[in-house]
Nanobody, 121 residues
Framework: QVQLVESGGGWVQPGGSLRLSCAAS????????MAWYRQAPGNQRELVAS???????NYADSVKARFTISRDNARNTVTLQMNSLKVEDTAVYYC???????????????WGQGTQVTVSS
């Protein structure tokens, strides 16, 4: 089995920073894209940022220049550095990984359990 475990959520005032981390563990052969999504109450889950195995990144327009995604392929981890946080960044943030397990022939998406980020004064 595969597990994605997130950490680093919490409460912060507007303008503050938080760092989210996600570690994938289990019988993993290889990880393709890794990403962070978020879902605010009453909204659909949306892509925040993604990063390919080679380090190519993609960001939602709403977080460009404020958030930075990075990964460590050797440790199967992905990190989201969030700066200049706004009230509208409040949401549950989910880690996502497209990966292939050992002895498996296909690639599947796996999700973490989510971590709450609250931005308020």
């Amino acid at each position: 089995q595969v597990q994605l475990v997130e950490s680093g959520g919490g409460w912060v005032q507007p303008g503050g920073s938080l760092r989210l981390s996600c570690a994938a563990s289990g019988r993993i052969f290889s990880i393709n894209n890794m990403a962070w999504y978020r879902q605010a109450p009453g909204n659909q889950r949306e892509l925040v940022a993604s990063i390919s195995r080679g380090g190519v990144t993609n960001y939602a327009d709403s977080v460009k220049a404020r958030f930075t995604i990075s990964r460590d392929n050797a440790r199967n981890t992905v990190t989201l550095q969030m700066n200049s946080l706004k009230v509208e960044d409040t949401a549950v943030y989910y880690c996502n990984a497209n990966l292939r397990m050992i002895a498996a022939g296909a690639w599947y998406d796996y999700w973490g359990q989510g971590t709450q980020v609250t931005v308020s004064s």
